[in-house]
């Protein structure tokens, strides 16, 4: 259950932001600043998960530290 949860969640989220580009695409002129926008937070997001995923002594807290 919990699954398909996550799942119609993602497909939500997806079309969303679909419908989100389009909708700064349509909107040319100064839609072009939300693109840009969007595109630097994903930047961020994605150094955020890179810096997560390779920092070892956040998983060995993670794992060993009592909390």
Not at 14 to 27: D, K, P, Y
């Amino acid at each position: 259950m919990e699954y398909i949860g996550y799942v119609l969640l993602a497909i939500v989220a997806l079309v969303w932001i679909v419908a989100l580009f389009i909708g700064l695409i349509a909107a040319f002129p100064y839609g072009i600043i939300g693109l840009v926008a969007i595109i630097g937070i994903g930047f961020l997001f994605a150094k955020v998960i890179k810096d997560r995923l390779e920092n070892k002594e956040d998983d060995h807290y993670s794992d060993n530290i009592e909390q």
